[in-house]
C-alpha cells in the first residue's frame, strides 16, 4: 500500500492550494479516505473523509465551507482543495485510507502546507 | 464533541520496563478506540482497534484494553524502537474521528 501526497507549498492569508494524494496497492474504489492534518510540533487533527462511492463526505468544523474533498477512481487519487486559508492551517497534511469504518490502517508521508504572509 | 485526554503527558522508561498509557473518553465510545505510534519524522502507524485488537505486524508486547471511556495502552516490555510518541482516537463519531493529545514515552 503506498499514499503519496503532493501540492504543498508556501500560500498567504486568504489563497488556495490543491492537494492530491496518489493511491496504490490495494482496491482503490473499495477504499474511504481520509485527510488528517500535524501543526508543527502539534498533535493529530481529523480534517476530511471521503467514502469509497464518493457518496459522502464528512469535514471538520474548524474547514467546514473553506475545504473540498473529492476522488477520481480512474487516476486512483483524493483531492483536497483548500481555500480561504488561514495561518492556523499551516501543517503537515496526511492521506490515510479507512480501515473498515474503524481505524486508519495507512498513512503517507504527508504534504506540507504553510500559510503565511 | 468527545474528547480525549490522554495520560501522563510524558512517560520516562528503560528499556526493558512496562509502560502503561492511559486515555480517558468524555462520554462513552464503546470500544470504538485506535492507538497510533508516531515516531519523529514518520507517519503514524495503527497498533490497536477497537480498543484490544492489535493490527497486522504489530508485536505482541503491544496490547490495548478499555470500554466506555476508560482505556490503557499496554508496552509489556520496552524496546529501544518503541521510544516514540502514542495517540488515541475514538471512531464513535466516525467518519469525524478525534485523537487524544499524545503521550510521549521517553527514555529514562
Known amino acids: ?70 476522488r477520481d477512481d480512474s487516476k486512483n487519487t483524493v483531492y483536497l482543495q483548500m481555500n480561504s486559508l488561514r495561518t492556523e492551517d499551516t501543517a503537515l497534511y496526511y492521506c490515510a485510507k479507512d480501515l473498515a469504518e474503524k481505524a486508519i490502517d495507512y498513512w503517507g508521508q504527508g504534504t506540507l502546507v504553510t500559510v503565511s504572509s | 464533541e468527545i474528547v480525549l485526554t490522554q495520560s501522563p503527558a510524558t512517560l520516562s522508561l528503560s528499556p526493558g520496563e512496562r509502560a502503561t498509557l492511559s486515555c480517558r473518553a468524555s462520554q462513552s465510545v464503546n470500544t470504538y478506540l485506535a492507538w497510533y505510534q508516531q515516531k519523529p519524522g514518520q507517519a503514524p502507524r495503527l497498533l490497536i482497534h477497537d480498543a484490544s485488537n492489535r493490527a497486522t505486524d504489530i508485536p505482541a508486547r503491544f496490547s490495548g484494553s478499555g470500554s466506555g471511556t476508560d482505556f490503557t495502552l499496554t508496552i509489556s516490555s520496552l524496546e529501544p524502537e518503541d521510544f516514540a510518541v502514542y495517540y488515541c482516537q475514538q471512531r464513535s463519531s466516525w467518519p469525524k474521528l478525534t485523537f487524544g493529545g499524545g503521550t510521549k514515552v521517553e527514555i529514562k
Open chain 1, 1 to 70: 500500500v503506498q499514499l503519496v501526497e503532493s501540492g504543498g507549498g508556501v500560500v498567504q492569508p486568504g489563497g488556495s492550494l490543491r492537494l492530491s494524494c496518489a493511491a496504490s496497492g490495494f482496491t482503490f474504489s473499495r477504499s474511504g479516505i481520509h485527510w488528517v492534518r500535524q501543526a508543527p510540533g502539534k498533535g493529530l487533527e481529523w480534517v476530511t473523509f471521503i467514502r469509497s462511492d464518493g457518496s459522502d463526505k464528512k469535514y471538520a468544523d474548524s474547514v467546514e465551507g473553506r475545504v473540498t474533498i473529492s
